[in-house]
């Protein structure tokens, strides 16, 4: 961001689900989401520079266990870290400007929608019952 914070979307809790869902051979949060916007659950972010500034930009919304998470580099769910650009529409804020760009843009839509695709085809894999789900690499989105 131009605001100095480094940051990545993660997807290992969605990794997590599919994992558990071949484990268990059951999968009803696969069956349930429909669009993209089901995905955030599952999506976390980790800020890797620029931690200190941004809580002390966002430190009206942000509580302490996020903020300790920012500063060790752990992963805050996306819609926690979501809050944290919550603001009054007349309020100067490059960093919630700038966040809710990425967030709208169709890059980061198009990202969404091929998660979304390959959990389908995982679900879909699941319900035919074959032995061995295809290579599903979900990288960080």
């Known amino acids: 961001m131009r605001t100095g914070v ?11 689900l599919i994992a558990n869902a071949i484990r268990k051979r059951k999968f009803p949060e696969l069956h349930d989401m429909r669009s ?3 995905l955030y659950d599952y999506l976390s972010v980790v800020v890797c520079d ?3 500034g941004l809580i002390e930009r966002r430190q009206r919304w942000i509580d302490k266990p996020i903020q300790a998470d920012l500063i060790a580099g752990r992963p805050v769910s996306f819609r926690s870290f979501c809050n944290l650009f919550w603001r009054n529409l007349d309020e100067d804020d490059p ?12 890059q980061f839509y198009f990202q969404l929608t091929i998660l979304l695709n390959k959990l389908r085809i995982a679900e879909r ?4 019952h074959k032995g061995v789900l295809p ?5 960080s989105a």
């Not at 480094?6 to 809790?13: F, G, M, Q, R």
């Open 125 to 128: 894999s699941l319900q035919d």
């Open 6 to 16: 480094s940051l990545k979307v993660s997807t290992i809790a969605l990794q997590e």
């Open 95 to 106: 960093d919630g400007d700038e966040w809710q760009k990425m967030i709208a843009s169709d």
């Open 50 to 52: 620029g931690a200190e």
């Open 135 to 139: 290579e599903l690499s979900l990288g």
């Open 36 to 38: 993209t916007s089901d």
